[in-house]
């Protein structure tokens, strides 16, 4: 089933977490061509529409946080479609929890066709969030081979923006 909005408790806290750590952008912010171990470091930057789809809970006994699948098009300086899949724990003062995921980005970048994987980890404690979203390493395909990277997530007006800082070989 495909959710126009966030279901009740991963929703909120991923919400919550993309919302105003999103904002608040966890990167350090460096000019573009700056240098990184001897690489130049370039920033792709656009926007993504997200589809969610709640896992069908409570088929299997080790079925303990609640899981979601996703679905993004992104837009901008990366052309693609990605695939992720989410767990997340809220806990009963719903000002605290956590989410990992896994994304695997498939598309063009800097007119380069392949594909890389983002590993996301988000936490909130009493409302503070904090998000990492990193390419796991190695995970790069294709002409994306070898990329390493991390990305920030902002929702304005609820449109979802993103903030790319990558390395290519």
Do not use: C
């Amino acid at each position: 089933m495909i959710l126009n909005v966030w279901v009740p408790a991963a929703g909120r806290l991923l919400s919550a977490l993309l919302a105003i750590g999103g904002t608040l952008g966890f990167l350090v912010e460096r000019p573009t061509g700056s240098k990184v171990e001897g690489k130049r470091l370039q920033r792709a930057s656009g926007t993504f529409e997200l589809q969610v789809m709640q896992h069908d809970a409570g088929k299997h006994e080790l079925d303990l946080f609640p899981r979601m699948y996703l679905e993004k098009h992104f837009h901008g300086d990366i052309q693609g479609k990605s695939k992720a899949e989410m767990l997340s724990f809220r806990t009963e003062s719903q000002t605290s929890g956590g989410y990992v995921a896994l994304e695997r980005v498939e598309g063009t970048l800097e007119d380069k066709t392949g594909s890389f994987v983002l590993e996301h980890n988000g936490t909130m404690r009493q409302g503070i969030p904090q998000m990492q979203v990193i390419v796991v390493p190695e995970s790069g395909t294709g002409e994306l081979k070898g990329i390493e990277g991390a990305m920030t997530i902002r929702i304005k007006d609820g449109k979802h923006f993103y903030n790319f800082e990558y390395t290519l070989p």
